[in-house]
């Protein structure tokens, strides 16, 4: 079965800095990737997903992920958060075989300083 | 606008009260699947359904019930709730694109049940 990795629970980034987000799977084929953010209160908003091809993925929001098959990875990156990025954020994994299954990490929340 | 409306937000109840959440979407999308959020474990699939009558179990489906009559709701039912059944709980709904895959795309608000 397959599952997801974020290795880091928590985050802190200053405005303007960069962000990286950790995500790890385990499948042995290549799967589905995506990305979600929940602000506080709130469902679930679709960053960005991988299903082929380009490796490099953009996303809304100013997002991109890079699915690197060698590592096992598919982080999630922006160059200048601003402090509305402030979220948890969720990574997970679908497989092929599967299309409405998806495995949630357990998420990285992103705190935001001035 | 597009939306997955869930009622109610939040419910306290006791053990053994049957409950009923609600979930309706007005996109005409085909899947739609219901998910509990635990700190800690991320969001597991409860149930799924890819169509009107067509539902299936995801992860966690024990202590609940779902069922399909309309393609715009899909409610969630606790027949006899328990304590370890608190928990945010999140239904989502999705369109088949291209490729045939329905993973979520809309997530409603959530809805915070505890169960005494």
């Known amino acids: 079965a397959q599952s997801v990795t974020q290795p880091d629970i928590h985050i802190t980034v200053s405005e303007g800095a960069s962000l990286e987000l950790r995500c790890n799977y385990s499948y042995g084929a290549t799967p589905y990737l995506f990305w979600y953010v929940q602000s506080p209160g709130q469902g679930l908003q679709l960053l960005l997903k991988?299903?082929?091809?380009?490796?490099l993925v953009q996303g809304i929001k100013g997002f991109e992920a890079e699915f690197k098959r060698s590592q096992s990875s598919f982080n999630l990156r922006k160059p200048s958060v601003h402090w509305s990025d402030a979220a948890e954020y969720f990574c997970a994994v679908g497989v092929r075989s599967n299309d409405y299954k998806l495995s949630f990490g357990a998420g990285t929340t992103v705190t935001v300083r001035a | 606008e597009a939306q997955v409306t869930q009622n109610p937000r939040y419910l306290i109840t006791v053990t053994g009260k049957k409950l009923t959440v609600t979930c309706s979407q007005n996109m005409n999308h085909e899947y739609m699947s219901w998910y509990r959020q635990d700190p800690g474990l991320g969001l597991r699939q409860i149930y799924y359904?890819?169509?009107?009558?067509?539902?299936d179990k995801g992860d966690v489906p024990e202590g609940y019930k779902v069922s399909r009559k309309e393609k715009r709701n899909f409610p969630l039912i606790l027949e006899s709730p328990s304590p370890n059944q608190t928990s945010l709980y999140f239904c989502a709904s999705s369109f088949r694109d291209a490729g045939n895959r329905g993973q979520p795309q809309h997530f409603g608000d959530g809805t915070r049940l505890s169960i005494l």
């Open positions: 991988y299903f082929s091809g380009d490796t």
């Open positions: 359904s890819m169509n009107v009558e067509v539902t």
